[in-house]
């Protein structure tokens, strides 16, 4: 899995803004949730989608749920609840979901 900061800017031009250094720590994080046997070919979305909602979760201070409301003048949020600030949270966090989903794990079976 290689995913370098030019990727990930490529990928996610809203995101170009991110720090490198800040980039860097949000893969690390993402890279323990992508077990690359399991991914294959897609390992490298994942971590890049990974990193996206670790990012996006960031820039939210924490706060999770999709933005539900804003206002202009003197600036103003609302997120809505998820319950557990799961991969919900952001739709980067959903497209990891839906592939995560997508993936085949054939199990073992040893008599």
């Known amino acids: 899995m290689s995913v370098s900061y030019s990727d990930f800017k490529d990928r996610f031009p809203e995101l170009a803004s991110t720090d490198e ?10 890279l323990l949730s992508v077990n690359s046997t399991t991914w294959g070919v897609k390992a490298d979305e994942g971590v890049k989608l990974m990193t996206a909602h670790i990012v996006t979760l960031s820039g939210r201070k924490g706060a999770a749920g999709a933005i539900v409301s804003e206002k202009v003048g ?24 839906r592939i995560m989903h997508s993936l085949i794990v054939t199990p073992i079976m040893i008599f």
């Open 74 to 97: 003197d600036l103003q949020r609302s997120y809505a609840k998820t319950g557990d600030g799961s991969l919900q949270s952001t739709s980067y966090g959903q497209e990891f979901e």
């Open 21 to 30: 250094a800040f980039f860097s720590q949000a893969k690390a994080s993402a």
